[in-house]
């Protein structure tokens, strides 16, 4: 017998303890795998692309991002969105009505991300809001 005092039950309570510990780590977490578990994870990063690009481009007046030409035509500009997503590109004011709007309207049932964008129009505060799901 050896005079260590190293036997089978301490690598198996060791082992143990380590897999314990990696269980409750991805257990209770929040957030350390759902980067990995969405079907879409670029759905944050395709609204805040579509929205810088309509805000600092494609609707903006030259030389003065996030305030608006006018007439506004968001019907316009091309939206980057890929192929199986769907995006709603929305123009309210600051009381909340809508001034115009784009794409059809995000399903209940859908998780959804949005990105939003205070714009000046019309020399008023607006505000812009972009939904992918």
Do not use: C, K
Not at 40 to 46: G, H, L
Not at 111 to 130: E, N
């Amino acid at each position: 017998m050896s005079e260590r005092a190293q036997t089978t039950i301490d690598f198996a309570v060791g082992a143990s303890v380590f897999l314990l510990t990696v269980a409750f780590a991805f257990s209770f977490v929040p957030g350390l795998i759902t980067p990995f578990a969405s079907g879409q994870e670029s759905a944050p990063v395709v609204a805040n692309r579509v929205a810088d690009d309509l805000v600092q481009q494609d609707l903006a007046v030259e030389g003065d991002p996030y305030t608006l030409r006018e007439p506004l035509n968001l019907d316009g500009p091309t939206l980057d969105v890929p192929p199986l997503m769907d995006a709603n590109v929305t123009l309210t004011n600051e009381s909340g009505g809508t001034i115009a709007s784009r794409g059809p309207t995000p399903p209940s049932t859908a998780s959804t991300s949005g990105a939003w964008r205070v714009v000046t129009y019309q020399g008023d505060h607006a505000d812009l809001r972009v939904t992918v799901w």
